[in-house]
């Protein structure tokens, strides 16, 4: 059996201009886009979490009913608290992220000093962007809300980017091709 997959040209066209105006969207208004995008994560985990505790209850094997109550319990409380405070949950995740890439760049430090002291030559540059690395993680974890907009700028113009291409792939199509 043969599964083919088809894109109208219709089709193209109009995800490419939705790709546009939600990339103005995110890219006008960074703050809100990520505001918004946090709280569908957390009505998502909130019905994930109901749909878990469902089948629960409707399920008849005991290892199963259990892992789905927990793991329905666990969604629904994280999308109630998600919903609930948004801005504390898109700080969260760029503070964490601040401390990864800082944790990253000491260890590009300790790498770059291994280097030096066996007699590597250019180990001074790998040095600089590893402090420089950690820098920027420090940067990320003290500024979260201004590394989120800038992050959802980024996005912003990505979508921009996506819907273009959408639309000059939508308007090169033929009308009907044959496989």
Request: aromatic letters at 12%; one cysteine or more.
């Amino acid at each position: 059996m043969e599964f083919r997959f088809q894109r109208s040209k219709a089709g193209a066209i109009l995800s490419g201009i939705a790709f546009i105006i939600l990339g103005i969207v995110a890219f006008t208004h960074p703050a809100n886009a990520t505001l918004f995008l946090t709280e569908v994560t957390g009505w998502v985990l909130i019905v994930l979490g109901v749909c878990g505790l469902v089948m629960a209850f409707t399920h008849f094997s005991i290892m199963l009913s259990q892992l789905d109550f927990y793991g329905g319990l666990l969604a629904l409380l994280l999308g109630i608290l998600v919903v609930n405070w948004p801005q504390f949950f898109v700080a969260w995740i760029f503070v964490l992220l601040g401390i990864y890439v800082m944790i990253a760049g000491f260890n590009s430090v300790f790498a770059a000093n291994s280097l030096r002291m066996i007699g590597v030559s250019g180990s001074g540059g790998a040095m600089f962007g590893g402090f420089l690395m950690a820098f920027l993680g420090l940067l990320l974890m003290m500024s979260p809300f201004m590394m989120a907009d800038v992050s959802m700028m980024v996005a912003g113009v990505a979508l921009v980017y996506s819907g273009v291409v959408s639309i000059i792939d939508g308007i090169r199509m033929k009308k009907h091709e044959d496989a």
